[in-house]
């Protein structure tokens, strides 16, 4: 028994911190009107699998609730404007398993609080973005539902997934992030949000809040994103329970819901203090390697023999999609493209140090294809999905900051840029240094895994990509 509020909608981006996306106007969403919402004409062709196995998940449910495991979308009781919506603008054909377990617990009375853990590329933004479509009450102007995320990047994709889903609905949506240009109005006079729907960063909802321009007294669900990095000590941790204790005073039964593809045991021990009873969902640790993507190493003399690598890698993978690689640093980030520029080669590099307008554009030029080779620091680590990106470079092993021990929940959502939707992809590891080696070592034992070695040869790394089903 599913319990879901019809929603018919709009989206409009305001100014200052609601930043603008050229392509998202309300004058250029479709009217319902006269649009045939007959699902079943739509003759949707179903493959009778789901992309996880059930038996990955350990399910934990709290109180007498009788939940029931969706089979398709409309056993999810979504509204006919949002079925659509994920039939002809998303191409979606049935739930995956994280949308199958997740969506009924999230939609069903008495709406119980939720921590689900899924693999990378498996569509966990969908499970909470259809959640938060599903609680909307289109007719009261205010917002209803509240998504915080790390990144700049990471919320205007997801306010611009929520806007496909939300097509043919009533809906508002918003994205809280900093402003553009340096003339936007301040927030401290800019009109309060109406949107029903928010998505924003930490910093920027707080400052919203602050200046009273955000009201939560209508909030009916809160989802922070990537949730073990917003409630990590050394991430986003103050900010995010600063807004949950403000929303706490005007909305005290607002459901929250915590998503990402990694939990570890601190966080998992912190939960407790953001959320009320809660259903859980969690990966057993060893299901947490992502079995489409190949991950290889391989052993470098020198910093000169990695870039010499990366040569060998664009060269072979001229024709295969998209790479990104990972480095530690910015300035790591900048040394290494202009070697590669240098070479002769075409790349784009992305680091917090750019400007916003310089950020947006790599992002977009990326996203559009125009750009095939992107180094990136861990900005783009987490949850950016690009499903043309099917290899992917760590230039410099992710380490947990200011030691040298692997940043194991890092690596993994590093891995996960590659191989979105279980589709194909590869991982090649460049270890130079005795402590890279040691952190490798480190890796495979955490996730019980052997990553298997490359040589340096152009054959060698022709028989890589083969096997990965990418030659």
């Known amino acids: 028994m599913y319990s879901l509020s019809n929603s018919n909608s709009t989206m409009t981006h305001p100014n200052l911190f609601l930043v603008p996306h050229a392509v998202h106007r309300n004058d250029a969403v479709p009217s319902t ?26 399910i934990t449910i709290v109180g007498d609730t009788l939940y029931s495991w969706a089979g398709t979308f409309e056993d999810m009781e979504l ?19 994280i949308q199958a377990i997740t969506l009924p617990m999230i939609l069903t009375p008495p709406y119980k609080d939720l921590v689900a853990q899924a693999h990378n590329g498996t569509g966990k933004t969908t499970c909470f973005g259809l959640g938060m479509l599903g609680r909307i009450d289109p007719n009261l102007k205010a917002p209803q539902a509240l998504c915080i995320c790390p990144t700049r990047e ?39 949000v109406t949107a029903h729907i928010v998505i924003g960063t930490s910093g920027t909802v707080h400052k919203l809040m602050s200046y009273k321009k955000l009201g939560v007294s209508r909030l009916k669900v809160l989802v922070f994103d990537e949730a073990d990095h917003m409630l990590a000590e050394d991430g986003f941790r103050d900010d995010s329970l600063r807004i949950k204790k403000e929303i706490d005073k005007f909305s005290p039964h607002c459901q929250v819901l915590l998503f990402s593809a990694t939990f570890n045991e601190m966080i998992t021990k912190f939960i407790p203090r953001v959320m009320k009873d809660h259903n859980k969902l969690f990966l057993k640790k060893e299901e947490l390697s992502l079995e489409a993507v190949k991950q290889y190493k391989v052993y470098c003399a020198d910093e000169l023999t990695k870039i010499d690598i990366k040569t060998k890698i664009f060269e072979l993978g001229a ?9 530690r640093s910015r300035n790591s980030a900048k040394m290494l493209h202009e070697e590669l520029v240098g070479d002769g080669y075409s790349v784009t590099t992305i680091h917090g140090a750019l400007s916003v307008e310089d950020r947006d554009k790599i992002v977009k030029e990326f996203k559009g294809g125009l750009t095939r080779v992107l180094i990136s620091t861990d900005l783009l680590a987490r949850g950016f999905d690009q499903q043309q990106v099917n290899c992917v470079v760590n230039y410099d092993l992710p380490i947990k900051r200011g030691t040298s021990e692997p940043d194991y929940e890092l690596y993994l959502h590093r891995c996960g ?10 991982v090649f590891n460049l270890l130079c240094l005795d402590t890279d080696k040691l952190v490798m070592e480190k890796i495979e034992h955490y996730y ?24």
Request: with cysteine.
């Open 417 to 426: 840029r590659a191989g979105r939707f279980w589709s194909k992809g590869s």
């Open 319 to 327: 024709n295969i999609g998209q790479r990104i690689i990972f480095v």
């Open 448 to 471: 019980n895994i052997q990553v298997p070695e490359v040589k340096i040869s152009e054959q060698a790394f022709e028989g890589a990509l083969k096997a990965a089903g990418l030659l």
């Open 154 to 192: 990471l919320a205007i994709q997801i306010l611009e997934l929520l806007q496909r889903m939300g097509m043919y609905t009533g809906i508002k949506i918003e994205c809280a992030v900093p402003s553009l240009t340096a003339n936007s109005t301040p927030v401290r006079d800019r009109a309060p």
């Open 79 to 97: 509204s006919p404007e949002v079925i659509r919506a994920l039939y002809l603008n998303m191409g979606y054909r049935r739930p995956s398993k």
């Open 33 to 58: 009107l006269g649009l045939d919402l007959n699902i079943a004409a739509l003759n949707i062709h179903r493959e009778n699998m789901f992309l996880d196995d059930p038996e990955d998940f350990s």
